[in-house]
Nanobody, 127 residues
């Protein structure tokens, strides 16, 4: 069973950049479709970005396309979320998730499909 631990959350200001990390322990990330989700106060958890098992396919929430980038380092067994041009609407708790799959390229956006979750890291974007 993979275990996930997020880090990198912080209080930043509009226009700033931030990089979140998700360190995985256990099986190699090459066995998983990985994703970042976020949950703002009073809102449902939403898919932000995902990367397929091969590492060659990615998918993004429309609101973050062109600003956020998901990547992974298989040597470090770590997934990253680079966030640029942050705005207050990005304020949320950010969660890393893993879904074991045989599919090389599939990326699922449904939270219920992911079986491993980290505890989250808080991102606050102030004006």
């Amino acid at each position: 069973q993979v275990q996930l631990a997020e880090s990198g959350g912080a209080l930043v200001h509009t226009g700033d950049s931030l990089r979140l990390s998700c360190a995985a322990s256990g099986p190699p990330l090459g066995n998983f479709n990985m994703a970042w989700f976020r949950q703002a106060p009073g809102k449902e958890r939403e898919f932000v970005a995902g990367i397929g098992r091969s590492g060659t396919t990615t998918n993004y929430l429309d609101a973050v396309k062109g600003r956020f980038a998901i990547s992974r380092d298989t040597a470090k067994n770590t997934v990253y979320l680079q966030m640029n041009s942050l705005n207050p609407e990005d304020t949320a708790d950010y969660y890393c998730a893993a879904r074991r799959t045989f599919s090389t390229f599939e990326i699922t956006t449904t939270p219920a499909a992911y079986t491993a979750w980290g505890r989250g890291t808080q991102v606050t974007v102030a004006w």
